[in-house]
């Protein structure tokens, strides 16, 4: 049998987030000038998404089917995520319109519209930071920009659009990732910002880069994966494929198996023209992996309501918020105790409290003004159960939100 899984590399990492910097947009002459009056034309598609070892892709797949067994567990329709841009620039490259991130998000809803996920625009903030710019996967500029950048990740679909390195349109890392809890920052998707509809780059402009590789941050392997070799990607209803295919050769055949090389799934390698399907089975699986390794993504809880209100409510992060940086708990996950770090720009009053997933308010920590500086606050989780909790401080330049994992 075939059925999709699927593993970048392992990471052990704490979460220390904190709030972009704003940026002055570029005219929309410049953009068209710079960017959109010449394509850009690649060798071909190039996702910077890597094979699992078979040995994580049979322990994630046994686990689906333990608790499916266990419970009927599964995400019947799936549900509404919620996506965060962080649009990244280097200052004269990479800006991002309002209107083209829309245009994206009609793009995920129109190609996911069969799968029952559908998506809306949480927030977009932007940055300037040419070493972010150019990020690769696994890499130090990555960590960095996530670490600063990343929203609420249990909840969110965190999108970083920059131009990669080496020649990449993107890449994610799988729900199922060694050493990476469901609320990481490394959880999310990078896509180049010539990809995004109506980009500059030849071929792929038509926003499906996101597509390919939201499917990668839902659970799917490459159609490709594991070549004409049972079990190929582990999905039975995607033909195998020896290779990649480029560009859009109707027809192609190259295993022995039964079937054409399915050129016309997102997860394969061929034009954003070329792209018109996700399979039942896929669809199956990109739930039920969400269920399993996901379970917060399409949960709604006060918390998560909180700080979704005052970052939908504008294009960009606003200079008072940005000098803003809530860190969140240290360490993350934490057993008996763990310190909730802030700084502050200025003297100003401050609340800050803890919320179960239910978004019912278990802890008030502070609640006064307090003045500008670094700030570290101790949370005792006193007969309180195992589980994820969310920390919201509230100011008056905008409400954050991190979530702590609580491990007695």
């Not at 060798?43 to 070892?53: I, K, S």
Request: glycine letters at 10%; charged letters at 20%; hydrophobic letters at 40%.
């Amino acid at each position: 049998m075939k059925l999709s899984l699927g593993c970048l590399s392992s990471f052990v990492v704490m979460a220390l987030l904190q709030s972009a910097t704003a940026f002055a947009a570029p005219s929309v002459a410049d953009v068209l000038d710079s960017e959109r009056a010449t394509q850009i034309e690649l060798g071909g598609r190039a996702c910077g998404t890597a094979d699992a070892p078979r040995d994580v892709t049979d322990a994630a797949l046994g686990r689906v089917r333990a608790q499916r067994s266990r419970s009927g567990l599964t995400v019947q329709g799936g549900g509404v995520i919620d996506v965060a841009f962080h649009n990244i620039t280097n200052g004269a490259e990479g800006f991002v319109s309002r209107r083209t991130f829309m245009d994206q998000i009609q793009a995920l809803n129109e190609r996911y519209a069969g799968s029952g996920f559908s998506f809306r625009l949480r927030s977009i903030d932007r940055v300037d930071r040419n070493s972010w710019f150019h990020m690769l996967p696994g890499n130090g500029n990555e960590k960095q920009a996530k670490m600063a950048l990343a929203i609420d990740p249990a909840h969110t679909l965190n999108v970083y659009t920059c131009s990669p390195g080496q020649n990449l349109l993107g890449w994610a890392y799988f729900p199922f990732t060694p050493g990476l809890t469901e609320d990481s920052f490394y959880h999310g998707v990078v896509v180049h910002y010539g990809s995004l509809p109506d980009g500059f780059i030849a071929n792929y402009n038509l926003g499906l880069t996101l597509v390919h590789e939201t499917g990668h941050y839902l659970g799917l392997f490459h159609t490709f994966q594991g070549g004409c070799v049972p079990p190929g990607d582990y999905i039975d209803d995607t033909p195998f494929e020896a290779s990649p295919a480029f560009g859009c050769p109707v027809g192609r055949n190259t295993c022995p198996q039964e079937g054409d090389d399915p050129i016309h799934n997102y997860m394969d390698y061929t034009y954003d023209s070329c792209y018109s399907e996700f399979t039942p089975l896929q669809t199956d699986w990109m739930q039920n992996v969400v269920a399993v390794y996901r379970p917060s993504l399409l949960q709604r809880n006060l918390a998560d309501e909180e700080v979704a209100k005052p970052l939908a409510q504008a294009s960009g992060t606003t200079p008072a918020a940005a000098s803003i940086e809530f860190r969140g708990a240290f360490p993350n996950p934490f057993a008996r105790e763990a310190t909730l770090r802030y700084s502050l720009p200025s003297r100003q009053h401050v609340s800050l409290n803890v919320y179960n997933v239910a978004g019912q308010r278990v802890a008030s920590l502070v609640d006064r003004e307090e003045d500008a500086g670094e700030h570290l606050v101790r949370f005792e989780p006193r007969g309180l159960a195992a589980g994820m909790y969310f920390t919201v401080l509230r100011t008056p330049a905008g409400t954050f939100s991190r979530s702590a994992v609580f491990v007695p």
